[in-house]
Every structure is written in structure tokens, then in C-alpha cells.
């Protein structure tokens, strides 16, 4: 399996720099990390690493071939859970993102519903979450049907951290052959749920992981908050049991994954070495 980063290395810094820093530390993958429609005012001065879904799909990839990069997956993460309303990151920018994946060959779109944000979304009941959430992704996983690549669920969020909430998505969308899972082993703890039991439930439909081990700080907050976007401490230096989800995984076949930390380069070192002992 590939070990991958996530494009998020230096704070302010262009796609491009990005690279370059993943590329110092020995990568040699990488997510399409953020995703916007339209243009991005910081993205096209240089201090923000977002790639726009309407921009040329190849030239994205000549610049991580410039790199030697590989594209892992093309991150879609939006907001299910919410109202549509055209300034929502939501199924458009889903679509748009399996069109920019399937035009330069990349298999995998990772998306995910998060934590709701208006008054609507708070209220939504558990049946009324999981039908929004399958209904936004109705047309997005047809389309990515027809185009050869398949659309990830990641945990990062009240529905998708938990066992139940994949079980009913998978239901409502006919368990569609496109329909996968994007293993967040830091999510996944935080929402509540055992990364290794969703690793054995949902291990046939597991196709990427991003990596995350937390410490015990943040205890307080499991089943409180839904989503960490990175940890500060090295694979196998917190309390999740990385070491169970590798036995489960390591014969799945997953081409690649990514470590989504915050730090030096000697802790993606050590997180790298970590992974690489238990079989990955």
C-alpha cells in the first residue's frame, strides 16, 4: 500500500509548494487535497492549495508529474447535511470532481456529509439525515458508475463516524457497485465508533484510509465533535489501535492512503516507519 500525504504541509503555501514539500520528505502520492468551484482568490495569488474543479483536469496533473507525484484520490469533502444553496460545497461539486478524477485517470473521490452548520441540519432526525445525505449523492455515484471511479464515503461527520449511519447510506443508495469507503481511523475514533470493527465490517468496500492517531487529550471530545482534519502526534504515539487496523486491512488490496498530521518531517518519518512495521 502506498503511504501518501495530504497536500496541507505549510501553511499559506500554493499547491505547488506543497509539493515540493512532500516530494523533500520522500513522498510519492499525494490527494487533490481541497476542491472549489469557480475561482479562488488566495488559490490564484499562491497562498492557498486549493485546485479548481473547473479548471484544465490535465493540467493538474502535469504539475504533480512535474513532482513525480502521483494523485492518490481527488477530495470532495461537502456539506450534506445542510440546505442546497449555490454557495453550498455540495452534489455539483461532487460531479465536477469525478469529471476531473475520470479525465486523468484517478479512480478514487472522497466526499463526506460533516457536522451540520444551520439550525436545519442540527435538527434532522437520524432516517432524515442518512436520506438527505443518500439522496445528495444519488446523481453523483451514477455518474461515477459510468465513468470508471468510485465514490468514497469518509467518516467526518454525525452519520458516516458510525457503523449504522454507513449501513443505511449503503441501503438507500442499493449498495451501488461505485460506492465505497474512505477509512478516517482519527474520525472514525472521535465519532464514537472501533476503526478496527468498521475495518472488518466494511472491508471489502475499503479502497483508501487517511491515517490519523490521537492522543488522549482528546478523549473529552469523542462523541462530542465529528472530525478532526489532522493530528500533531506520529502514527502509533496516541490511543487508537493503528496496529488492528493494519492486521485487518493489510491484505485488502488498497493501492493507497495518506497521512493527514501536522509537523516536522521527522514525525512523517516516524509515521511512515510505524505503518511500514505493521504489515502496510
Known amino acids: 500500500m502506498n503511504i501518501g500525504v495530504f497536500l496541507l504541509i505549510k501553511p499559506f503555501a500554493s499547491v505547488e509548494e506543497q509539493?515540493?514539500?512532500?516530494?523533500?520528505?520522500?513522498?510519492?502520492c499525494a490527494d487533490i487535497t481541497d476542491t472549489n468551484s469557480g475561482?479562488?482568490?488566495?488559490g490564484t495569488a499562491g497562498f492557498s492549495p486549493t485546485v479548481s474543479l473547473d479548471d484544465n483536469p490535465f493540467e493538474?496533473?502535469?504539475l504533480f508529474d512535474k513532482y513525480e507525484m502521483k494523485i492518490s484520490t481527488v477530495c470532495a469533502h461537502a456539506s450534506l447535511l445542510d440546505p442546497s444553496m449555490p454557495s453550498r460545497y455540495s452534489t455539483a461539486e461532487i460531479m465536477k470532481a469525478i469529471r476531473m478524477a475520470a479525465a486523468i485517470g484517478v479512480r478514487d473521490v472522497i466526499t463526506t456529509e460533516n457536522e451540520p452548520h444551520t439550525g436545519w441540519g442540527k435538527k434532522l432526525t437520524f432516517e432524515q439525515r442518512t436520506f438527505v445525505i443518500a439522496e445528495k449523492l444519488y446523481e453523483p455515484l451514477r455518474m461515477a458508475g459510468d465513468y470508471g471511479v468510485r465514490l468514497l464515503i469518509e467518516n467526518h461527520g454525525p452519520v458516516t463516524d458510525t457503523m449504522e449511519g454507513l449501513r443505511e447510506i449503503f441501503r438507500l443508495l442499493d449498495n451501488h457497485p461505485a460506492l465505497g469507503i474512505n477509512l478516517d481511523t482519527g474520525n472514525s475514533w472521535l465519532g464514537g465508533s472501533n476503526p478496527v470493527e468498521l475495518a472488518?465490517?466494511?472491508?471489502?468496500?475499503?479502497?483508501?484510509i487517511h491515517w490519523k492517531d490521537l492522543g488522549e487529550d482528546w478523549i473529552p471530545r469523542?462523541?462530542?465533535?465529528?472530525?478532526?482534519?489532522?493530528?500533531?502526534?506520529a502514527m502509533g504515539d496516541g490511543i487508537i489501535d493503528i496496529k488492528g487496523v493494519c492486521e485487518v486491512l493489510k491484505d485488502a488490496g488498497i493501492e493507497n492512503s495518506t497521512l493527514e498530521i501536522v509537523g516536522p518531517p521527522e514525525m512523517f518519518?516516524?509515521?511512515?516507519?510505524?505503518l511500514k512495521s505493521c504489515g502496510i
Do not use: D, P
Not at 469523542?222 to 502526534?233: D, E, L, V
Not at 518519518?269 to 510505524?274: L, N, Q, R
Open 19 to 28: 509539493l515540493k514539500s512532500a516530494k523533500s520528505m520522500g513522498f510519492k
Open 39 to 42: 475561482g479562488s482568490m488566495l
Open 60 to 62: 493538474v496533473k502535469r
Open 200 to 208: 472488518r465490517e466494511f472491508k471489502s468496500r475499503i479502497h483508501h
Open 222 to 233: 469523542r462523541q462530542k465533535q465529528y472530525g478532526a482534519g489532522f493530528s500533531n502526534i
Open 269 to 274: 518519518e516516524k509515521s511512515v516507519k510505524f
